[in-house]
């Protein structure tokens, strides 16, 4: 099973890095001896974004801690602003349906540590990029987008849009990045395609496990 965009150019997959930091950390587990912070209510999906950009572009240029203690504080900033089980429904589409409750438990947990294991690595790449917060625009279903621009390094002038649901506790979390046109939930939606039309679902569900305890191996 091929997970990776093949049509990816270097440029993407640079930014991708930057994008991981920001965004895909945020789906590392929890320190279990070490409390999340509550995310703030922000006025706005912007707001949030601004916030979150600050403190992550702080730890990153923090070169006085190792790659891991990075990854860790990156997981306590970001650990609350994403939907991850939203954004496994989105990934599976249609066939969300096909697996019962355990069974989507189980995918959204797989599906988050896949994330995390095919984008957390890349922390050490970033460049010292800056991220400007550019405009928010209304989406459908009461969605916003958060439109941000990469400045410096080859990635320079790269958009990345951020797409914006709130929960049920009225705050904003992100269901989806988009990078210079290509969506992350999207994308992987097109990788699992022709796992999911050989086996189902349930298959799909197996070669993450599979997958996720290979890199569990080599870490």
């Not at 945020?26 to 006025?43: F, G, H, I, T, Y």
């Not at 600050?54 to 939907?83: C, M, N, P, W, Y």
């Not at 269901?175 to 086996?199: K, M, P, T, W």
Request: hydrophobic residues 40%; proline residues 3%.
């Amino acid at each position: 099973m091929n997970m990776r965009n093949s049509t990816s150019s270097k440029r993407k997959s640079e930014l991708a890095a930057l994008v991981a930091a920001i965004a895909v950390c945020a789906s590392l587990p929890a320190a279990a001896d070490e409390a999340v912070p509550a995310a703030p209510a922000p006025d706005s999906a912007k707001q949030l974004i601004e916030k979150t950009v600050v403190q992550v572009l702080a730890v990153l240029r923090d070169t006085s801690r190792t790659t891991g203690q990075r990854r860790l504080a990156l997981e306590k900033i970001a650990h609350a602003r994403f939907d991850f089980r939203t954004m496994a429904r989105l990934v599976l589409a249609r066939d969300w349906k096909r697996l019962d409750a355990a069974k989507r438990d189980e995918f959204v947990d797989q599906f988050t540590t896949y994330l995390a294991n095919d984008y957390g690595s890349r922390i050490d790449r970033y460049q010292q990029q800056d991220v400007k917060v550019m405009d928010e625009q209304p989406k459908p279903h009461g969605d916003s987008e958060v439109r941000t621009k990469i400045v410096g390094g080859e990635s320079d002038g790269a958009i990345v849009a951020y797409r914006m649901r709130k929960g049920k506790d009225g705050n904003w979390q992100i269901i989806d990045v988009v990078i210079e046109g290509i969506s992350l939930v999207a994308n992987f939606r097109d990788q699992f395609r022709e796992v999911i039309a050989r086996g189902g679902p349930e298959a799909l569900l197996q070669k993450l496990k599979e997958k996720n305890a290979a890199a569990a191996a080599e870490a």
